[in-house]
Antibody
Framework: QVTLRESGPAQLKPTQTLTLTCSFS??????????VTWIRQTPGKALEWLAR???????FYSSSLRTRLTISKDTSRNQVALTMTNMDPVDTATYYC?????????WGQGILVTVSS | EVVLTQSPDFQSVTPKEKVTITCRAS??????LHWYQQKAGQSPRLLVR?????QSFSGAPSRFSGSGSGTDFTLTINSLEAEDAATYFC?????????FGQGTKLEIK
């Protein structure tokens, strides 16, 4: 059974750094072609792709957020982390970690992150 | 980046109706177009991958089907059920960055 779960702070102040962790089970980065992706959904429901890490440690970032994002994986612990610097109220969203490289077949429950002073 | 435009934005439908949602890409994405369903308070769920490959084996009902290629795609729901009330999104994976449509909200009368 594949599961993913996001963890991290629910609230941040502007300019702070967000660090989210995705803990997953039921699959492994050692599986061929496996990847974990971060996607966020604004309160208005728009979905935005953020970053992806592949099993061979290749990393891909949203071009508009590239300078603020870092994605990393810990294969032994089945975890993926996402760091986003200089948070702003417009970054308020539900952040999802999902399994998949091009198609997303399993999603975490999401974590709502609110940025407010 | 590829802009995906869904239509309609909102539709109110009655059970047993056949529903069609369209997704138009600003440039060709071949068959790299996927459909998701998101019910209120839940995460999105994959319904159709690569335009027409249904996910019935993983729990998506067989009444959902997809078609299209290039720039024009369709999600069809045959014989709508009350549980299909949700927002539906298309997503393309052919051209980075991955992008999503704005969503189509289905209300069941």
């Amino acid at each position: 059974q594949v599961t993913l779960r996001e963890s991290g702070p629910a609230q941040l102040k502007p300019t702070q750094t967000l660090t989210l962790t995705c803990s997953f089970s039921g699959f492994s980065f050692s599986f061929s072609g496996m990847s974990v992706t971060w996607i966020r959904q604004t309160p208005g429901k728009a979905l935005e792709w953020l970053a992806r890490v592949d099993g061979d440690d290749d990393k891909f970032y949203s071009s508009s957020l590239r300078t603020r994002l870092t994605i990393s994986k810990d294969t032994s612990r089945n975890q993926v982390a996402l760091t986003m610097t200089n948070m702003d109220p417009v970054d308020t969203a539900t952040y999802y970690c999902v399994r998949g490289r091009h198609v997303y077949d399993f999603w975490g429950q999401g974590i709502l992150v609110t940025v407010s002073s | 980046e590829v802009v995906l435009t869904q239509s309609p934005d909102f539709q109110s439908v009655t059970p047993k109706e056949k529903v069609t949602i369209t997704c138009r890409a600003s440039q060709s994405v071949d068959s790299g177009l996927h459909w998701y369903q998101q019910k209120a308070g839940q995460s999105p769920r994959l319904l159709v991958r690569y335009a027409s490959q249904s996910q019935s084996f993983s729990g998506a009902p067989s009444r959902f089907s997809g078609s299209g290629s290039g720039t024009d795609f369709t999600l069809t729901i045959n014989s709508l059920e009350a549980e299909d009330a949700a927002t539906y999104f298309c997503q393309q994976s052919s051209i980075l960055p991955v992008t999503f449509g704005q969503g189509t909200k289905l209300e069941i009368k």
